[in-house]
Protein backbone atom coordinates (compact mmCIF):
# COMPACT_ATOMS: atom_id res chain seq x y z
CA UNK A 1 0.00 0.00 0.00
CA UNK A 2 3.11 2.60 0.38
CA UNK A 3 5.59 1.52 -1.76
CA UNK A 4 5.33 4.62 -4.09
CA UNK A 5 5.26 6.62 -1.06
CA UNK A 6 8.87 4.49 0.61
CA UNK A 7 9.93 5.01 -3.48
CA UNK A 8 9.70 8.56 -3.67
CA UNK A 9 11.40 9.82 -0.22
CA UNK A 10 15.02 8.35 -1.80
CA UNK A 11 15.40 6.02 1.11
CA UNK A 12 18.29 3.23 0.73
CA UNK A 13 16.95 0.32 1.73
CA UNK A 14 18.65 -3.10 2.28
CA UNK A 15 16.43 -5.65 2.26
CA UNK A 16 17.58 -8.88 4.29
CA UNK A 17 16.27 -12.28 4.88
CA UNK A 18 16.76 -16.14 4.87
CA UNK A 19 15.86 -19.04 2.45
CA UNK A 20 13.87 -20.73 5.75
CA UNK A 21 12.32 -17.28 6.99
CA UNK A 22 8.81 -18.31 6.29
CA UNK A 23 7.66 -15.99 3.67
CA UNK A 24 10.08 -13.25 4.14
CA UNK A 25 11.98 -13.94 1.22
CA UNK A 26 10.16 -13.76 -0.87
CA UNK A 27 9.13 -10.43 0.13
CA UNK A 28 12.59 -9.17 0.36
CA UNK A 29 12.72 -9.89 -3.01
CA UNK A 30 9.85 -8.23 -4.30
CA UNK A 31 10.57 -5.11 -2.31
CA UNK A 32 14.06 -4.87 -3.55
CA UNK A 33 13.03 -5.82 -7.17
CA UNK A 34 10.07 -3.04 -6.43
CA UNK A 35 11.45 -0.01 -5.17
CA UNK A 36 14.01 1.87 -7.63
CA UNK A 37 17.30 3.63 -5.39
CA UNK A 38 20.47 2.15 -6.97
CA UNK A 39 21.76 1.91 -3.73
CA UNK A 40 19.25 -0.56 -2.51
CA UNK A 41 20.99 -3.59 -1.54
CA UNK A 42 19.24 -7.40 -1.26
CA UNK A 43 21.07 -10.24 0.94
CA UNK A 44 19.81 -13.75 1.07
CA UNK A 45 21.59 -16.02 3.28
CA UNK A 46 20.63 -19.98 4.77
CA UNK A 47 18.57 -18.60 8.08
CA UNK A 48 15.44 -19.27 9.68
CA UNK A 49 13.61 -16.48 10.98
CA UNK A 50 16.09 -14.36 13.16
CA UNK A 51 18.86 -14.90 11.32
CA UNK A 52 20.31 -17.01 13.90
CA UNK A 53 20.37 -20.29 12.89
CA UNK A 54 21.74 -21.59 9.04
CA UNK A 55 18.91 -23.79 8.41
CA UNK A 56 21.18 -25.78 5.50
CA UNK A 57 20.87 -29.32 4.85
CA UNK A 58 24.93 -29.66 4.85
CA UNK A 59 25.78 -27.71 7.91
CA UNK A 60 22.83 -26.66 9.97
CA UNK A 61 23.27 -24.65 13.20
CA UNK A 62 24.44 -21.94 14.82
CA UNK A 63 25.44 -19.09 11.94
CA UNK A 64 28.87 -17.43 12.46
CA UNK A 65 27.97 -14.80 10.13
CA UNK A 66 28.79 -11.16 11.27
CA UNK A 67 25.28 -9.84 11.14
CA UNK A 68 26.15 -6.55 13.52
CA UNK A 69 29.31 -5.91 11.28
CA UNK A 70 26.76 -6.07 7.90
CA UNK A 71 24.51 -3.29 9.60
CA UNK A 72 27.82 -1.36 10.81
CA UNK A 73 28.62 -1.28 7.32
CA UNK A 74 25.36 -0.24 5.92
CA UNK A 75 24.81 2.57 8.42
CA UNK A 76 28.04 4.22 8.37
CA UNK A 77 27.94 4.20 4.54
CA UNK A 78 24.66 5.91 4.48
CA UNK A 79 24.08 8.08 7.80
CA UNK A 80 27.75 8.88 7.90
CA UNK A 81 28.91 9.36 4.55
CA UNK A 82 32.08 6.74 5.70
CA UNK A 83 34.12 5.31 2.74
CA UNK A 84 32.84 1.42 3.70
CA UNK A 85 32.83 -0.24 0.74
CA UNK A 86 28.83 -0.33 0.70
CA UNK A 87 28.84 1.32 -2.57
CA UNK A 88 31.14 -1.04 -4.27
CA UNK A 89 29.98 -3.99 -4.04
CA UNK A 90 27.31 -5.48 -6.06
CA UNK A 91 23.38 -5.10 -5.06
CA UNK A 92 22.96 -8.92 -4.42
CA UNK A 93 24.02 -11.25 -2.48
CA UNK A 94 22.79 -14.64 -1.84
CA UNK A 95 24.09 -17.90 -0.50
CA UNK A 96 23.87 -21.20 -2.59
CA UNK A 97 23.07 -24.21 0.41
CA UNK A 98 24.87 -27.41 -0.19
CA UNK A 99 27.37 -25.96 -2.09
CA UNK A 100 28.26 -23.68 1.22
CA UNK A 101 29.39 -20.22 -0.49
CA UNK A 102 28.01 -16.85 -1.29
CA UNK A 103 27.65 -15.50 -4.68
CA UNK A 104 26.85 -12.44 -5.83
CA UNK A 105 24.71 -10.41 -8.91
CA UNK A 106 23.62 -7.38 -10.44
CA UNK A 107 20.30 -8.29 -10.08
CA UNK A 108 17.61 -10.56 -9.20
CA UNK A 109 16.64 -13.17 -10.28
CA UNK A 110 20.98 -13.72 -11.22
CA UNK A 111 21.63 -14.44 -14.51
CA UNK A 112 20.58 -17.77 -15.02
CA UNK A 113 19.30 -20.37 -17.85
CA UNK A 114 15.76 -21.58 -17.58
CA UNK A 115 14.79 -25.21 -17.74
CA UNK A 116 11.58 -26.91 -18.27
CA UNK A 117 10.39 -30.16 -17.01
CA UNK A 118 6.70 -31.97 -17.88
CA UNK A 119 4.48 -33.97 -15.45
CA UNK A 120 5.02 -37.23 -17.64
CA UNK A 121 3.20 -41.00 -17.92
CA UNK A 122 4.19 -43.45 -15.14
CA UNK A 123 4.77 -40.70 -12.60
CA UNK A 124 7.91 -39.42 -14.07
CA UNK A 125 9.27 -35.64 -14.72
CA UNK A 126 10.81 -34.99 -18.73
CA UNK A 127 12.52 -32.64 -20.49
CA UNK A 128 10.50 -33.75 -23.24
CA UNK A 129 6.96 -32.04 -23.67
CA UNK A 130 4.51 -35.34 -23.73
CA UNK A 131 2.72 -35.97 -26.89
CA UNK A 132 -0.46 -37.31 -25.39
CA UNK A 133 -3.41 -35.56 -25.55
CA UNK A 134 -4.97 -36.51 -22.65
CA UNK A 135 -3.19 -37.27 -19.51
CA UNK A 136 -4.24 -37.85 -16.14
CA UNK A 137 -2.68 -38.01 -12.48
CA UNK A 138 -5.63 -39.06 -9.81
CA UNK A 139 -5.00 -38.55 -6.02
CA UNK A 140 -6.74 -39.07 -2.76
CA UNK A 141 -4.92 -36.75 -0.09
CA UNK A 142 -3.70 -38.50 3.04
CA UNK A 143 -4.00 -35.92 5.30
CA UNK A 144 -1.70 -36.98 7.96
CA UNK A 145 1.13 -35.78 5.78
CA UNK A 146 3.15 -32.99 7.04
CA UNK A 147 5.79 -30.81 7.20
CA UNK A 148 6.57 -31.30 10.78
CA UNK A 149 7.48 -29.12 13.53
CA UNK A 150 10.46 -27.40 12.23
CA UNK A 151 9.05 -25.83 9.33
CA UNK A 152 10.07 -22.26 7.66
CA UNK A 153 6.74 -21.42 9.04
CA UNK A 154 7.75 -22.91 12.44
CA UNK A 155 10.45 -20.97 12.55
CA UNK A 156 8.59 -17.90 13.16
CA UNK A 157 7.28 -18.97 16.81
CA UNK A 158 10.74 -19.67 18.18
CA UNK A 159 11.69 -23.48 15.83
CA UNK A 160 15.00 -22.16 15.93
CA UNK A 161 16.53 -24.29 13.31
CA UNK A 162 14.40 -25.57 10.61
CA UNK A 163 14.75 -29.25 9.10
CA UNK A 164 12.45 -30.92 6.79
CA UNK A 165 12.45 -34.14 8.15
CA UNK A 166 11.40 -37.97 7.00
CA UNK A 167 10.52 -36.54 3.71
CA UNK A 168 11.14 -40.12 2.14
CA UNK A 169 7.95 -41.09 4.15
CA UNK A 170 6.33 -38.47 3.58
CA UNK A 171 6.65 -38.60 0.49
CA UNK A 172 4.93 -41.77 0.00
CA UNK A 173 1.36 -40.38 0.84
CA UNK A 174 1.45 -37.49 -1.78
CA UNK A 175 1.88 -37.49 -5.84
CA UNK A 176 5.25 -38.19 -6.61
CA UNK A 177 6.94 -37.24 -10.21
CA UNK A 178 10.55 -38.24 -10.37
CA UNK A 179 13.51 -37.29 -13.01
CA UNK A 180 15.94 -39.71 -13.97
CA UNK A 181 19.39 -39.39 -11.98
CA UNK A 182 20.67 -36.30 -13.23
CA UNK A 183 23.67 -36.33 -14.77
CA UNK A 184 25.90 -33.28 -13.06
CA UNK A 185 25.61 -31.21 -10.62
CA UNK A 186 23.23 -28.45 -11.19
CA UNK A 187 22.52 -25.18 -9.01
CA UNK A 188 19.03 -23.91 -8.39
CA UNK A 189 18.66 -20.52 -7.89
CA UNK A 190 15.42 -18.22 -8.64
CA UNK A 191 11.98 -18.82 -8.80
CA UNK A 192 10.72 -22.44 -9.64
CA UNK A 193 7.49 -22.58 -11.42
CA UNK A 194 4.80 -24.95 -11.40
CA UNK A 195 1.82 -24.96 -13.91
CA UNK A 196 -1.11 -27.22 -12.74
CA UNK A 197 -4.37 -27.69 -13.95
CA UNK A 198 -6.71 -29.20 -11.11
CA UNK A 199 -10.19 -30.53 -11.00
CA UNK A 200 -11.07 -31.57 -7.22
CA UNK A 201 -14.34 -33.27 -5.85
CA UNK A 202 -14.03 -30.40 -3.18
CA UNK A 203 -15.02 -26.57 -3.63
CA UNK A 204 -11.80 -25.21 -1.64
CA UNK A 205 -8.56 -26.94 -0.72
CA UNK A 206 -4.49 -26.07 -0.81
CA UNK A 207 -2.25 -27.70 -3.15
CA UNK A 208 1.09 -27.70 -2.07
CA UNK A 209 4.11 -28.45 -4.30
CA UNK A 210 7.54 -29.68 -3.27
CA UNK A 211 10.77 -29.87 -5.10
CA UNK A 212 13.07 -32.03 -3.51
CA UNK A 213 16.46 -33.37 -3.48
CA UNK A 214 16.40 -37.83 -4.13
CA UNK A 215 19.61 -39.55 -2.92
CA UNK A 216 18.13 -42.43 -2.56
CA UNK A 217 14.64 -43.90 -2.25
CA UNK A 218 15.60 -43.48 1.53
CA UNK A 219 16.87 -39.80 1.78
CA UNK A 220 14.88 -36.98 -0.04
CA UNK A 221 15.87 -33.47 0.63
CA UNK A 222 13.51 -30.41 0.27
CA UNK A 223 14.82 -27.50 -1.77
CA UNK A 224 11.92 -25.69 -2.31
CA UNK A 225 8.05 -25.30 -1.74
CA UNK A 226 4.85 -23.45 -3.07
CA UNK A 227 1.50 -23.03 -1.91
CA UNK A 228 -1.99 -22.01 -3.39
CA UNK A 229 -4.96 -21.89 -1.84
CA UNK A 230 -7.85 -23.21 -4.24
CA UNK A 231 -10.01 -19.81 -4.09
CA UNK A 232 -7.47 -18.10 -5.35
CA UNK A 233 -7.07 -19.96 -8.85
CA UNK A 234 -7.59 -19.08 -12.36
CA UNK A 235 -10.63 -21.43 -13.34
CA UNK A 236 -10.76 -23.17 -16.84
CA UNK A 237 -13.91 -23.36 -18.90
CA UNK A 238 -11.96 -25.72 -21.35
CA UNK A 239 -12.90 -29.43 -21.43
Known sequence: HYWQRLDSSGAIVYS???WYDADYACGA????????????????????HGGLYSSSPANSGATMFDNDALRLQF???VFKGKQTGFDKEKPVHYFT???????SAERW???????????????KLSKSRPT???????????????????????SLVGAGIVMYERRASEDRKLLVHNSEPLEEDIEVTGHPIVELYVSSSDTDGAFFV??????SEDSVVMVAEGVLRAIHRKVSTEK
Open 75 to 77: FDA
Open 29 to 48: IHRFRTLSNPRNKLILGPWS
Open 210 to 215: YLEDMH
Open 16 to 18: QSG
Open 132 to 154: DSIGEDRHTFDYTHSTGKRSRWE
Open 97 to 103: MVEEKWK
Open 109 to 123: PPESESVNWYFSAHA
